[in-house]
């Protein structure tokens, strides 16, 4: 056969088809390029996440040597103070006899803070006395001190007072603890052990002039340089009960503590309780209420109109913005029906519960529908009921597809903002709920809606906060979304 | 021993034991025992039916009777008679509880009052207790104001009283109870096999939902441990149903140890009756053992049980009033906390046999020791007069005649109907909380100039005097929900279609299995996450880029650099096109699913055809392929509009909150989430038209994504229908 004969031989035709290869790999790297750019994304987030959250998770902690004053607090103010709160073993039995006027007295004086910020200032002011020269007058020096000393946090001055008053310190002793350095100092120290010439362009430096002066700058580097500063991780403990005994104290740290408005003390544990929470009252609404519709929809419903127009109602459900459904209960729960309960769990659980119901209807629904006919048909025969064969066949079989999308929903849940801001979750709150089933019913904050107040602060150990939260509601909703995916993958290979 | 005196020693200890019990314990404790007393006396009271007789089991089985004496009638049967028999006992204790409580408590306040010479009105003590309560959290106004710092000091203990004595561990330890109860009774059968285990899961999620709201932390783990034990073996026997059971009697040990004010007393006497109960009914020849049906039953009446008296304790105020009342009157100043302390040591002295030397107060005590016992013996005779009516009206009312399946089972029906039309309430509830305040911000503000303004600015003025104030035309707001979303989809269209097609149709198994994990956790990331990364990473990161751009353009780099007078290329703290671009990053995964989707529904059929011709992958792809799944894509990209009109929390982060009419998508853009957001986020009241504005900028909103889920639903139905 001779070349000119075939068309395919051509110079054109050879032309053509190399034109035509190179679109076919050119469009297959395309395709190999959307893919890396979402890969991109992907690791682009979790690296500004994850290493920014590691500053979340440890603070500086500075060693101190504090001598409790008896000339600050006095001592008989400190036994009146423990027999008004009943720390003393037996309070009504106590030899001091509680009285009013003293016991005010005495909580003013145990209580506030300003007792301890004075032995604060007493300790730098003799230990580190040679700073600080070079001013007119003692007032003038005081003033400075006092400006030194805000490098500690106010949770030290808490765990002095708790110690104090739960009888494990005693006043006149000299107590040596590592304090929790305050938010700035923390991310000066950090800043330091980063780079060792001070680079005072950066950002961190001029943000902290705020607070941090140089005197402090001169205190903080003596105190590295004797070694009395570390870093550590500062997750805590949250309190642990068995039976009625608290086998584990709280520890304040990032899990254990709630918000608050200095960073360095600022935890997650209120977050997660709220969402924890609310995730309890979408697993009691959401999935009955949404399991029984698939199953009725999907089994018992009669073809009519009536059927069609809750399907569309599901389907668009499905895709209507969050917010709308933070507004429904912002205006139906919290304006109409229950005044007074914005910012309740219950509230909040109920909204995501709404927003989850097409989700875990839609889930079910397919999850159902796959199961083979011949179960119910064998049943039938058998002579069981519809509803019988339905829940005593059909559903067993469809229930790890049911629970991969229950679960499903829980995570979209669990993440969910935009409602929870809509119904007042996101308000400051500072201790974390100690009141097991009235937390329901008490104002609370999600973990999403936590992140967002962080992250709307400038200061740059919230910023580390904001990421640390970040990480936390990470492994949770991709915790729960793995589960799904192994629940799902085990179901597919088992029908 | 002949069997009518067996019969009345049965009946007599079952009287003695839940009188005896009752003095002993508080009215908390004897639910226990009275429904262990309930259900054996149920079950004695069958085997005396049955012998009266003169029928041996086997042979009353064989007549068609159960253990009960009665008919053997099918399961519903025995639904509707456990239902009997639990449900009348519990209401009236519902009812009782919520009138005796508060009445008790307010006898308790009097009483303080008058030993302390004083007649204050009790509402104010009430009221003091209200704010106490509320600064504790467990209602929702209130703050700690106007209370003396040692009050507020004292706070957390009592916040640890309440979390010590809450209601809900008692129902802990009680459904704990009835759960290994149910567990002896059934047997081992009931826990081995499938069923078995789904049915210890149901029991350990109720443990461990009520330890949790209870504050049990450890003990929902210790629950969770024997979970897993028991999810993971394979055969469970007899031995280990028993292992269970007595772990469960020791936590009961406990529990009456701890609860009970009678201390070691109180745990002698609860072994000794559980022990002597035990062999009673042993030497009767009795060993309840129920059906696993019966077991069911018993585990649904449990449930029911447990939930009923969860929601009374949510419920009821005066619950948490019981104990709230004798922690008030322990951190209330002075004289009034040491005189009601005073008062409750004379009541437990009284009741100890000791003598009280101050005559007032142990008038005061022995009158209020009088309520209490009053109080304990009423609630006991409501537990009898239940239990009578549930059994009365379960022999009356549970009858062969009675179609029990047909009913149970239009009763479920009607259930599972009225989950349906729980969707259908939530859009009912959204159009109307939305139209009803549209209504309302309507005829404060013409809906003209809320749709066609071309100035926004929402806040209202600070003085009355000022003039002007907010301005609510939308179309700025319109605009920048538009361009966002126009930027995100810009981003994700092309990605997310290619990433499909790239996965569907080029990639290896192996490349499929890494992509496919990562398209999936970038569609699980909250939008909060997606929010701060726009905010912290992504407006920088711009920052960087279009100043390298505009130092380009601008020719910075020659001797004498040009200026371009109208390019702005400057990006401020928040930038409409940063919050689009990731907005872009969250739908690339949606798309692709959906895209996905719709290239797997188009039949083989016609790729193959275009093969056979000749045609290259991508030649398939885009002449045949992508046009045959046109309509599917379509639909996917219609919902991920709607997706992106809704999107909340990346543009409230990233994109800002000014509303600019501009051409400039890198300056700020507000859309309507970011608004709504704005305006309802602090304590809005709906009474100025700015605030109501947020039910107009809704409506638009939800009118806008149902159009789009409508029009995508319509699409991808009947693309279905034509390749199906």
Redesign the interface.
Known sequence: MSPQTSPHQSVQASRRRAA??R??LI??M??????G???L??V??MY??IK?SYNGFVQSFIQLDIYLDPDIIKPADLAQ?QA???VAPDR?AADIEPD?KL??RA??SV?RGTSYKKMLQNMFAEEFGDHFTGYETDRQRDKAIAQVAEMISLEAQFQIRDRLISGEYTLGETISLWALAAGDSDVLYKDMKRRTQKNVDSENWILLKRSVDENGLSVLMELRDTGRTRIRPYLGI?K?????WT?AEQQPGFFASASSTSPERAGIAAAAQGT?LML?VVMVLAV???V??A???EK??PRNQLTD??E??????A??????????G???II?WLFP?????PIVGGTVLA?MT??TV?IASRAAIGAVPPSFEEAALGMGA?H?QSVFQHVL?AALPGIASGVIIGL?QA?????PL??V?M?AFIN?V???????????GVGM?SQ??QW??DDDPLF?NK??AG?VC??TL??AM?GLA?YIRARFERAN | MNRTSSVSLQIAFFIFMIIGLSLFFGAYALIVPAVVAYIWGAISFGQWRIRQRRLSLEEARQQGMNRFGLPNLPRFYGFQTVLWWLLPPVLLLIIYRSIGTPILTGMIESEVLVLMGKTIDPTSLHEFARTTLAALGLSGEGSTSGFTEAQIGALPGLTDYFSQQHGLRRLFWFALLMGALAFWQSGPRAFTGNQGRVTVFALALIGILISILSGYGTASIIILIILAITLFSTDINAPFARVLFMATGVGVLIFLRDQLAWGEGGWVISLLIIAGSTVVLWRQGMRPRLSDQMFVLVLLGLATLVLLTALTWIGAYSWLFDYGSETIFEVSPGNLGLQSQKLLNAIRDLRSGLVVSNPDVAAAASRMSAAQDAYRYGYLAVVLLGIACGVVGSLIFVRPKHRAQSRHESAANFGMMLASAAAILVTVGIVLALLSNAELFFSKYPIQDFLFGLHWSKDAPIREDQAGGFNLGAVPVFYGTLVVSLVALTVALPVGLMSAIYMAEYASPRTRSIFKPILEVLAGIPTIVYGVFALRSGIPFAKDIFGGIEWVLELRFLPTPMHLEYLDLAIGAKSGVVAGAVMGIMLIPFISSLSDDALKAVPRSLRDGSLALGGHKSETILKVLIPAALPGIMGGFLLATSRAIGETMIVVLAAGGQANLTLNVLDQMTTVTVQITELLIGDAEFDRANTLSVFGLGIVLFVSTLLLNLAAIQIVRRYRQRYS
């Open positions: 035509r290869r679109g076919e469009f297959r395309l395709g190999l390029l959307a893919l750019l979402a890969a994304f992907l682009a987030l500004s996440v920014k103070f008004s709160v009943g009504w009013p016991a005010k909580s003013r209580q949250p642990i009960d068995l039976f009625g086998i924890f309890i009955p209420i949404g029984l519709a199953i009725y929809l018992f419903a127009f809750m569309i109602n599901i389907n668009n459900l895709a209507v913005p969050s917010i709308i459904f933070g507004i429904l912002a205006a139906v304006q007074g309960s914005r910012g309740f709404f119901l097409p209807i009921s509803q067993p995570a669990a993440g969910e903002t935009a801001l809509m007042g996101n201790d709920c100690d009141a097991g089933a009235a937390c329901l019913m008490s104002k999403p992140i967002y992250a709307a910023q904001t990421a970040i509601l990470l909703v991709i979304n995916t």
